[in-house]
């Protein structure tokens, strides 16, 4: 799913972890690459996104190495830490990696804390299928969407998941979603939609979209058969 409204974004080119050793000229212009390709995750989302996806694909050991090498450099870098650290925590899901990366990043930085919350956007096809839509806040300028096409009485015909993307870029009011029009809509009525999608999903015993789990904290609050309604990532 991609918005493209807002978007203006500079293509920035992924470069690997420089080696530990590194002395020669050569060795000096990778890490000035490395570097140069960290800083900019603090304002392209697209790098932000690649850094994630690049990360996800490796195994352990090379993870840690990456981390190891964002760890030695994050303080050459002019941007708040959460900006090299908050993609690669976005798609690790080992508990001690976890741990590794939370620690890393370090208190909340004021300057990268998001001055605005979540928002819902809704729409209705004619066919009587709705639109859900949740923006919520990341880090800096950065926001994840959730996007789902559901009956709340039959559950999730589709759902889209954009983990990064540039908070000018997110959806809006009035803009248009596979021919449908969205409109602003109280985060909590929505949530409270969705969560009846859920339970109706779950009745109909199909797995539920992967990507709802990331918004399960926004279901906390639910108590719709007094079970929890999606398991946190």
Same mark, same amino acid.
């Given at each position: 799913m991609a918005f493209e409204q807002g978007k203006n974004m500079a293509t920035v080119e992924q470069t690997s972890p420089p080696l530990r050793d590194a002395s020669s000229s050569e060795d000096k212009r990778v890490l000035n690459a490395w570097c140069a390709w960290l800083g900019a995750l603090a304002t392209n989302a697209e790098a932000a996104l690649a850094a994630a996806l690049a990360y996800k694909q490796l195994e352990g050991p090379a993870r840690d190495s990456w981390l190891a090498a964002v760890e030695h450099d994050a303080d050459r870098l002019d941007v708040p830490r959460v900006a090299v650290f908050a993609p690669l925590l976005a798609v690790e899901s080992d508990p001690e990696r976890r741990l590794r990366i939370t620690r890393s990043m370090g208190p909340a930085d004021e300057v990268a804390t998001p001055r605005l919350g979540a928002r819902g956007l809704c729409g209705r096809g004619a066919n009587g299928l709705r639109i859900g839509m949740v923006i919520t806040p990341?880090? =800096?300028?950065?926001?994840?969407?959730? $996007?789902?096409?559901?009956? $709340?009485?039959?559950?999730? +015909?589709?759902? #889209?998941?954009?983990?990064?993307?540039? #908070?000018?870029?997110?959806?809006?009011?009035?803009?248009?979603?596979?021919?449908? $029009?969205? +409109?602003?809509?109280?985060?909590?009525? =929505?949530?409270?939609?969705?969560?009846?999608?859920?339970?109706?999903? /779950?009745?109909? &015993?199909?797995?539920?979209? +992967?990507? =709802?789990?990331?918004? $399960? &904290?926004?279901?906390?609050?639910? +108590?719709?058969?007094? /079970?929890?309604?999606?398991?946190?990532?």
């Open positions: 990341l880090y =800096l300028d950065f926001v994840q969407v959730l $996007a789902c096409g559901y009956r $709340a009485n039959q559950g999730f +015909e589709w759902v #889209r998941h954009e983990p990064i993307l540039s #908070r000018t870029a997110a959806p809006v009011e009035s803009q248009f979603l596979d021919g449908i $029009a969205l +409109e602003a809509i109280p985060l909590n009525v =929505l949530v409270d939609d969705l969560a009846h999608a859920v339970v109706a999903h /779950n009745r109909s &015993h199909r797995p539920l979209p +992967e990507a =709802l789990s990331f918004f $399960a &904290h926004l279901f906390d609050a639910q +108590e719709l058969g007094g /079970n929890q309604l999606l398991p946190c990532r």
